[in-house]
């Protein structure tokens, strides 16, 4: 009896752990088995990037340019205008006035070099005694008449910021715009009929400088060498010629 007992315990001890190995499971601690690894999670989503924000605009300069040299007294316009109606004497000189401001010099008084049939009136009375100084402070002439008596030059008949205006001297740029409506002859005085209804028409003849004082193939020759009163151009079309509409503007009395 006691053998068959043993036998039965020892079969039971062996079925126990048969089931043991076979239903891990069923084990009090799970040593045995390896645990399931976790999920990877997922990785979070990259966070959308900022806007880039919008610059701010430009701001409008106080001048429009670097400052003229505080002598300045005389430039050339650079501006252009494609016939010579220019709004008769006050619209030219509202144009000096523009321009001078815009380099620093909108203070003082300017005029634009320009003669006139109604009432008659001749550019050189328009402006001041001189001497004349350029944009660069260089002086072109110390007075009415040696201003009068000198030819044009591309090197001091130059515009408020200092740029030489386009003609015949050597290397320029084109197109030609050494044309500079004046009315007048070469001492500064009324050229009659040749005002373009003083300034303010589109039809009839003007009267214009050389800016650099030269002609074809840089000829010097009188009367190319005039910056008041060279030739006749049109009023309607400034450009056939070698012209822009441009003007001379100096301070006035």
């Given at each position: 009896?006691?053998?068959?007992?043993?036998?039965?315990?020892?079969?039971?001890?062996?079925?126990?752990?048969?089931?043991?190995?076979?239903?891990?499971?069923?084990?009090?601690?799970?040593?045995?088995?390896?645990?399931?690894?976790?999920?990877?999670?997922?990785?979070?989503?990259?966070?959308?990037?900022?806007?880039?924000?919008?610059?701010?605009?430009?701001?409008?300069?106080?001048?429009?340019?670097?400052?003229?040299?505080?002598?300045?007294?005389?430039?050339?316009?650079?501006?252009?205008?494609?016939?010579?109606?220019?709004?008769?004497?006050?619209?030219?000189?509202?144009?000096?006035?523009?321009?001078?401001?815009?380099?620093?010099?909108?203070?003082?008084?300017?005029?634009?070099?320009?003669?006139?049939?109604?009432?008659?009136?001749?550019?050189?009375?328009?402006?001041?005694?001189?001497?004349?100084?350029?944009?660069?402070?260089?002086?072109?002439?110390?007075?009415?008449?040696?201003?009068h008596a000198r030819s044009g030059d591309a090197a001091l008949f130059i515009?408020?910021?200092?740029?030489?205006?386009?003609?015949?001297?050597?290397?320029?740029?084109?197109?030609?715009?050494?044309?500079?409506?004046?009315?007048?002859?070469l001492t500064g005085m009324l050229m009659s009929g040749n005002t373009c209804?003083?300034?303010?028409?589109?039809?009839?003849?003007?009267?214009?400088?050389?800016?650099?004082?030269?002609?074809?193939?840089?000829?010097?020759?009188?009367?190319?060498?005039?910056?008041?009163?060279?030739?006749?151009?049109?009023?309607?079309?400034?450009g056939p010629g070698g012209g822009a509409g441009k003007i001379y503007c100096?301070?006035?009395?």
């Open positions: 009896m006691k053998l068959r007992d043993s036998v039965f315990g020892v079969r039971f001890v062996f079925l126990f752990i048969v089931g043991a190995l076979t239903h891990p499971g069923c084990s009090s601690d799970n040593n045995n088995t390896s645990g399931t690894a976790g999920t990877t999670g997922t990785a979070g989503t990259t966070g959308a990037a900022g806007t880039t924000g919008t610059g701010g605009t430009t701001g409008t300069g106080g001048s429009g340019g670097p400052a003229a040299n505080a002598m300045m007294n005389f430039f050339v316009t650079s501006d252009t205008s494609a016939t010579a109606n220019l709004g008769g004497l006050a619209g030219a000189d509202a144009r000096c006035q523009t321009l001078a401001a815009a380099v620093g010099h909108g203070s003082k008084t300017w005029r634009a070099y320009l003669s006139a049939a109604t009432p008659a009136t001749n550019a050189r009375d328009r402006i001041g005694n001189g001497p004349y100084y350029n944009s660069a402070g260089m002086m072109i002439a110390a007075d009415k008449d040696a201003l515009d408020e910021h200092g740029a030489r205006v386009n003609g015949q001297w050597a290397g320029s740029p084109t197109p030609n715009q050494h044309d500079i409506l004046t009315g007048s002859t209804g003083d300034w303010t028409a589109t039809t009839g003849m003007s009267q214009v400088g050389h800016a650099d004082g030269l002609g074809p193939s840089m000829n010097a020759a009188a009367p190319f060498n005039q910056w008041a009163g060279a030739h006749t151009g049109m009023c309607g079309d400034t100096f301070v006035g009395n």
